[in-house]
C-alpha cells in the first residue's frame, strides 16, 4: 500500500485549512487517512505550521512520499533534516547527540529568521499606519482650510449684501427726496 504524506482541506470556501496526513494514496484527497501529522494554515502571515516532526520522520523513513507542498512544509519545519541526520546514525556517521544538537542548532536559527520576519511585518505595518494617519491629518487640515474659506466667503457675501441693501435705501431715499423736491 503506497503512503503519501498530503495535505487534506477543511475551512470555507476561499479561507482553507489544512490537515497534512499520512494517507493512502488511493484515497481520496479529503477522504480516509492513516494518521493525521499536523495543521497548516496559510491565512495569516507568515502561515502557521503545527507538525507532529517524528510522527512525520516516522512514516518517512517506513517510505512515505510528501507530495510537492507537504515536502515543502516538512522541510519547512525541519522533518526531512531530521530524517536525513537519523539516516546518518544508521549508517554510523553521526551519534544519536549529535544529530539532536545539529537539529536543535538548526530550529534555533530558524526560528530566529521567522521572528525577525514576524518583526519586519510588524514594522511595515505600524508604519503603513503611521502614513494613513498623516494622510488622514492633512485631508483633515485641507477641509478645515476650505470650510474656513467658505465661512470667509459667506461673511464677505453677506457684508457685500448689506452694502447694496445700504445703497439702493440710500438710492431709494434720494430718489424720494428728489420727487419730493420736484413737487
Do not use: C
Amino acid at each position: 500500500m503506497p503512503v503519501k504524506i498530503r495535505l487534506q482541506r477543511h475551512g470555507k470556501k476561499g479561507k482553507p485549512f489544512y490537515w497534512i496526513v499520512a494517507a493512502d494514496a488511493r484515497s481520496k484527497r479529503d477522504g480516509r487517512f492513516l494518521e493525521k501529522l499536523g495543521t497548516y494554515n496559510p491565512n495569516v502571515n507568515p502561515a502557521s505550521v503545527d507538525l507532529d516532526v517524528d510522527g512525520a520522520v516516522k512514516w518517512l523513513q517506513n517510505g512515505a512520499q510528501p507530495t510537492d507542498t507537504a515536502r515543502a512544509i516538512l522541510s519547512y519545519k525541519g522533518a526531512l533534516l531530521k530524517n536525513h541526520l537519523a539516516g546518518g546514525v544508521k549508517k554510523g556517521a553521526l551519534t544519536e547527540e549529535q544529530a539532536a544538537e545539529k537539529f536543535e542548532a538548526w530550529l534555533s536559527e530558524k526560528e530566529g529568521a521567522v521572528n525577525s520576519k514576524k518583526e519586519e511585518l510588524a514594522k511595515a505595518d505600524a508604519s503603513a499606519k503611521a502614513k494613513a494617519l498623516e494622510a488622514e491629518k492633512e485631508v483633515n487640515a485641507k477641509r478645515e482650510a476650505a470650510a474656513k474659506a467658505e465661512e470667509a466667503e459667506a461673511e464677505a457675501e453677506e457684508t457685500v449684501e448689506a452694502a447694496a441693501e445700504e445703497a439702493e435705501a440710500t438710492t431709494e431715499e434720494v430718489t424720494k427726496e428728489a420727487s419730493n423736491e420736484e413737487e
